[in-house]
């Protein structure tokens, strides 16, 4: 099981009823935040989440509403008693982007490790595949692809082919090898092929890509920014690098994803409920996320 909670969902400044967009996925009780504007230590204690096993930071961009909040984030961490290393992520740029904001948070107990990418690496955290794409904004910024990979069925006439006793199947139905008299055994040595997992696609502050439709292909759950809800601003949106709610629910059917979360909303959108409408209109499986909001996904059925 997948949890995917969205503590904030505003795009460009916190408001009274709204903390900015991030998005925490947790696995096995580890976690990977995307995102950590000002006041996202705030949202995730209001959406009842922590971050005391975060795994991996992803940063979509280096914008503020993006960003700004990581040096209180870290320092509360620090003041947490974390040791381990934390993993952060995102565009080139991003250790002499931290490494300035760190100007306040200088003394960390925990060391931090940076993958700087290009969008095309794929790796792995929190048992999830992430694979990074890039998107068309205002300054170089990616969107993310998490999936949670699921094993293929035991398969018993397999293990009998491959001498795998059965003293060992149990445990390689769980892990990857198990050892019994002296002889190392792989689980693939008794699992069928690879099932369906669980993915999850977020992608906010772009126009439409080619792109977004690839990594968003099939997704479980679709995560897209719907900075504008009227049509009547496709004008400012291209300008600003960002995307309607019908564009993003366009996207969300051509990528064949099962639901649509719509987020970081313009500060000047105070209820995103009042156009969604519209983009039900286009992709009936479209919701309009709030603060807070949380799922439990789930592998499918055989």
């Known amino acids: 099981m997948l949890e995917v909670t969205l503590p904030g969902t505003g795009g460009t400044m916190p408001l009274k009823n709204r903390w900015l967009t991030c998005c925490l996925l947790r696995h096995e009780g580890e976690t990977v935040l995307i995102d950590c504007g000002e006041g996202t230590q705030i949202a995730l204690r209001c959406a009842g989440k922590t971050v005391q096993r975060l795994k991996l930071l992803c940063f979509t961009h280096y914008h503020a509403d993006h960003i700004s909040g990581l040096p209180g984030l870290l320092l509360s961490m620090g003041l947490d008693g974390r040791t381990e290393p934390l993993t952060l992520a995102g565009p080139r740029g991003l250790k002499r982007t931290v490494d300035g904001l760190r100007v306040i948070a200088p003394e960390l107990p925990f060391p931090l490790e940076y993958l700087e990418l290009d969008g095309t690496e794929s790796f792995s955290a929190a048992g999830l595949t992430v694979e990074p794409f890039a998107v068309s904004h205002t300054m170089p910024c990616l969107g993310y692809r998490l999936t949670l990979p699921r094993a293929g069925k035991f398969d018993p006439e397999k293990a009998r082919r491959n001498a795998v006793p059965m003293a060992v199947w149990s445990r390689l139905q769980k892990q990857e090898t198990a050892e019994y008299d002296g002889i190392v055994y792989d689980r693939s ?114």
Not at 212 to 231: N, P, R, S, V
């Open 189 to 302: 040595q008794v699992l069928g092929p690879p099932r369906a997992g669980i993915s999850v696609t977020y992608c906010t502050d772009t126009r439409p890509v080619p792109a977004l439709l690839q990594y968003a292909d099939h997704a479980d759950l679709l995560i897209l920014e719907g900075m504008y809800g009227e049509d009547d601003r496709r004008g400012k949106a291209v300008e600003t690098r960002h995307m309607l709610f019908s564009e993003a629910a366009a996207a969300a059917r051509d990528a064949h994803a099962k639901r649509l979360w719509l987020t970081h909303y313009s500060p000047s959108l105070p209820n995103p409920q009042d156009y969604l409408a519209d983009a039900r209109a286009v992709f009936p499986q479209a919701e309009c996320a709030a603060d807070g909001q949380s799922i439990d996904l789930s592998f499918p059925e055989d």
